[in-house]
């Protein structure tokens, strides 16, 4: 599911009722997904000062974010789940929500960005997407910005129809195609963290944090593989049951 007009149909009618928080079930619960998964790798780059969320659907994760910067702006391309996130956030005056295209982010002032968070929504991404949103990113990021994104590396998988790739994941994108994009854009690629869901084969998705070149962080890409990520899964669920309920 990569086209924006399949994505837009298919979260037309979606039902919001749970406000997404099915999204984090097998963690045991959202506060167990950012806390044992999310925060602690973009812990270094929070707070800041304005913080963009794409795809950021009824404002689930964006509740963290809201209370780690003074700016909170969310992308939506689903107009139910904006209405949601609106909703949720009447109150809180430095939040902003935005209905877009699926490749635009022209909401957003040029260079008023510190830090761009994407999880999950950006796996659906097809390499003309990516491309489109990687040139918003260099638009909007700030000098000292930072980014962490969920993306696709289904395409660096194999494709044959018996190897059962996720179809919820573009099967063009690849962590490598996403880290030519950022470099062409100017952007160092800090790290690449391919893994895999459970039961799957192949290391289908990659987080990559990036930003401008840093004389602090090397420009050198740090790959990692890792085959763990459904156990660290199954932990935090654990202490979502033991801890957080």
């Not at 963290?64 to 996130?85: F, S």
């Not at 969920?150 to 190897?163: E, I, K």
């Not at 994009?181 to 690449?192: H, N, P, S, Y």
Request: charged share 25%; aromatic share 14%; with cysteine.
């Amino acid at each position: 599911m990569s086209g924006i007009d399949e994505l837009k149909s298919y979260y037309k009618d979606f039902d919001w009722h749970y406000k997404g928080e099915f999204w984090a079930s097998r963690w045991g619960g959202s506060d167990a997904q950012w806390y044992c998964t999310i925060l602690p790798r973009i812990a270094r780059y929070l707070p800041a000062p304005s913080v963009l969320e794409i795809g950021a659907g009824p404002g689930r994760l964006s509740a963290y974010l809201a209370g780690q910067t003074d700016k909170l702006i969310l992308i939506e391309i689903a107009e139910t789940a904006a209405d949601i996130a609106r909703e949720r956030f009447k109150d809180d005056r430095h939040v902003e929500v935005y209905v877009t295209d699926g490749q635009s982010l022209q909401p957003v002032p040029d260079q008023s960005i510190s830090f761009i968070f994407s999880f999950y929504s950006l796996v659906h991404a097809d390499p003309e997407t990516m491309e489109a949103y990687v040139r918003e990113f260099g638009r909007i990021l700030s000098v000292e910005g930072a980014a962490f994104i969920h993306h696709s590396n289904a395409g660096a998988c194999a494709t044959d129809a018996d190897t059962g790739l996720p179809t919820f994941n573009d099967l063009q994108t690849s962590a490598a195609f996403v880290s030519g994009l950022l470099r062409e854009e100017g952007f160092d690629v800090w790290t690449q963290e391919l893994f895999s869901w459970e039961g799957e084969p192949f290391l289908t998705d990659c987080f990559s944090v990036f930003g401008r070149p840093n004389p602090s962080r090397p420009a050198r890409t740090k790959i990692i593989e890792n085959w763990d990520f459904a156990r660290e899964i199954e932990r935090a669920c654990v202490m979502s049951k033991t801890y957080m309920k």
